[in-house]
């Protein structure tokens, strides 16, 4: 399914563009995790501001305060658009974006073993998900976990995704695209624990996209790398590095995707957007190089992933992962083939980190 919007400005052209893409791509599904099709995800939200930064480092406020739906139940689509009409700048060139979410917004539903759990119409400042899963019908509705007054989050007014541009973005005799773009991988619904000793009622609403957020161009091919971590006797840890292209192979956005089972022990470790990327031995179609990729990760840290890919030869090599603190110190660093000494990077101790990992690469089409 696509849907597409545009808007254009009187003084410039401005193109606002929302993507939604399904991919099926099989996968396996962890032991203690099962997803099932009886289920409805009716709606899913992030309220946000979104700023600019300029070559002097000055950050420019260009959305406040607005709610944007990834996801909407019974309304049309356009209040993402609706939210940069005549806000951006201009003119002038801009070196990063940052996205300051200030709550996230679930609504859904799920059938379990022919009981109905309901997302609790209830608001959350802590993230240990204890009001998330309702079977009354009458508490069924929005559930809001707030960044913003967290504990985690309140000092920086919600979770901040920056990112630096690839290429500068230059407002004023050029073109601005902005795409809303959400990619869902088929295994993507909603989890369900076989124990209720972690999440009230065993259910997990949380659903794990290959991307989703706001990239600069038209995305038009996906790059998927899978890396794992082994331990004897034990399921793997796995975690993909995610590259979106445009239809010349100029890099747009990453991410990492931590798949469907979501942030539990079995991900390779917490990541999310990409906040920066540097290349070297690109290829000019951008299928293939090598790269150092910045990713945002729990409480404004990052982690960062050193490797290779070729999607020719349909190859894939790591080199190291690493964690930065707040300031980009490193914290920790773990090589490929070495096995982990603790939880700083990969979640837990004991795990070998392999150096070749797998690749897809695909046309971005909508199924």
Request: charged share 25%; net charge negative; hydrophobic share 35%.
């Amino acid at each position: 399914m696509q849907l597409i919007i545009r808007y254009r400005g009187s003084m410039k052209k401005i193109s606002l563009i929302i993507f939604i893409y399904f991919l099926f791509i099989a996968g396996v599904i962890a032991k203690e995790f099962s997803t099932t099709s009886n289920y409805s995800w009716v709606s899913e939200a992030f309220k946000y501001s979104f700023q600019l930064k300029d070559t002097e480092g000055n950050w420019i406020t260009v959305v406040e305060d607005q709610t944007y739906y990834i996801i909407k139940e019974g309304r049309h689509f356009g209040d993402f658009e609706k939210d940069f009409s005549g806000s951006l700048p201009e003119s002038g060139t801009y070196v990063s974006g940052r996205m300051i979410a200030k709550s996230w917004i679930v609504k859904a539903w799920v059938v379990d073993n022919g009981k109905i759990w309901y997302t609790n119409n209830t608001t959350n400042n802590s993230f240990d998900y204890q009001t998330f899963a309702t079977d009354d019908e009458s508490k069924y509705g929005e559930w809001t976990l707030d960044f913003e007054s967290s504990e985690e989050f309140k000092s920086t007014g919600g979770m901040i995704f920056e990112q630096n541009f690839y290429t500068p973005l230059v407002i004023g005799d050029e073109d601005v695209i902005f795409t809303g773009l959400n990619i869902s991988d088929l295994n993507d619904g909603i989890s369900i624990t076989t124990g209720a000793d972690k999440w009230e009622h065993g259910i997990y609403f949380e659903k794990e996209r290959l991307f989703k957020g706001l990239i600069r161009g038209v995305p038009k091919k996906i790059i998927r790398i899978n890396y794992s971590a082994t331990m004897t006797d034990r399921e793997s840890m796995t975690g993909d590095v995610v590259m979106i292209l445009d239809k010349t192979g100029k890099f747009l956005d990453g991410n990492f995707y931590r798949g469907h089972k979501g942030d539990i022990p079995r991900t390779l470790m917490y990541a999310s957007r990409t906040s920066d990327v540097e290349f070297s031995n690109l290829s000019s179609n951008g299928l293939s190089g090598n790269f150092k990729m910045t990713f945002n990760a729990k409480k404004n840290t990052y982690r960062v992933i050193e490797g290779s890919f070729n999607c020719n030869y349909k190859t894939a090599s790591l080199i190291k992962i690493q964690s930065l603190d707040t300031d980009l110190n490193i914290i920790s660093t773990i090589k490929a083939g070495d096995v982990s000494s603790d939880d700083k990077i990969l979640q837990g101790s004991g795990w070998n980190l392999n150096e070749s990992g797998s690749i897809t690469c695909q046309e971005l089409t909508n199924d």
